[in-house]
T-cell receptor, first 114, second 117 residues
Framework: DAMVIQNPRYQVTQFGKPVTLSCSQT?????MYWYQQKSSQAPKLLFH???????NEADTPDNFQSRRPNTSFCFLDIRSPGLGDAAMYLC?????????????FGPGTRLTVL | AQKITQTQPGMFVQEKEAVTLDCTYD???????LFWYKQPSSGEMIFLIY??????QNATEGRYSLNFQKARKSANLVISASQLGDSAMYFC??????????????FGAGTRLAVHP
């Protein structure tokens, strides 16, 4: 089945220690998104790739960066995680060629910062 | 600016009963799309149903239907014959179009549904 995969599902890091979260997709979608979701809140868009073009949200901290080496993979790098960065990180994909632009989400990575 | 409002922080329903989750939206666009997602405690956001602004029929997907009232700007989710596995957080979202050809989702605050046996 076509899907969005995120690894790892759970990640524990130390304050200030860089961490990378991974997302891959078999849907062949051209748009990939990264969201941050804190407890009992709606997901907050951090940035997205439209094909190879990177689009950062205005309020995304510089501490968060992303890479998309090819259509299938996208990475979220947190350079110096703080306690406030503990959250669920959701990757999503969509196709700009469809009629609905439905975003399909992966299972998420729950990040703990000690 | 576009906005999604979900006024019910929590709802509960008896197993096998139907439940309606409310969603109202605000937009000045003529063309827009509305989505409902389910998020169980595991964290994954599961796409449930989509309604386009020009769709004349209410969307249905199995036990899920969307009660779309365009003039009232509401897009309520109806779950028929509730099951214990329906217990989750439900988010209503709207597609916001940006220049450059990409779309962004605007989410409501969510409604937590508990299904009781």
């Amino acid at each position: 089945d076509a899907m969005v995969i995120q690894n790892p599902r759970y990640q524990v890091t130390q304050f200030g220690k860089p961490v990378t979260l991974s997302c891959s997709q078999t849907l062949n979608h051209n748009v990939m998104y990264w969201y941050q979701q804190k407890s009992s809140q709606a997901p907050k868009l951090l940035f997205h790739y439209y094909d190879k073009d990177f689009n950062n949200e205005a309020d995304t901290p510089d501490n968060f960066q992303s890479r998309r080496p090819n259509t299938s993979f996208c990475f979220l790098d947190i350079r110096s995680p703080g306690l406030g960065d503990a959250a669920m990180y959701l990757c999503a994909t969509s196709s700009s060629f469809g009629t609905t632009d439905t975003q399909y989400f992966g299972p998420g990575t729950r990040l703990t910062v000690l | 600016a576009q906005k999604i409002t979900q006024t019910q922080p929590g709802m509960f329903v008896q197993e096998k009963e139907a439940v309606t989750l409310d969603c109202t939206y605000d937009t000045s666009d003529q063309s827009y799309g509305l989505f409902w997602y389910k998020q169980p405690s595991s964290g994954e956001m599961i796409f449930l149903i989509y309604q386009g602004s020009y769709d004349e029929q209410n969307a249905t997907e199995g036990r899920y239907s969307l009660n779309f009232q365009k003039a009232r700007k509401s897009a309520n989710l109806v779950i028929s014959a509730s099951q214990l596995g329906d217990s989750a957080m439900y988010f209503c979202a709207m597609r916001e179009h940006h220049s450059g050809g990409y779309n962004k989702l605007i989410f409501g605050a969510g409604t937590r549904l508990a299904v009781h046996p």
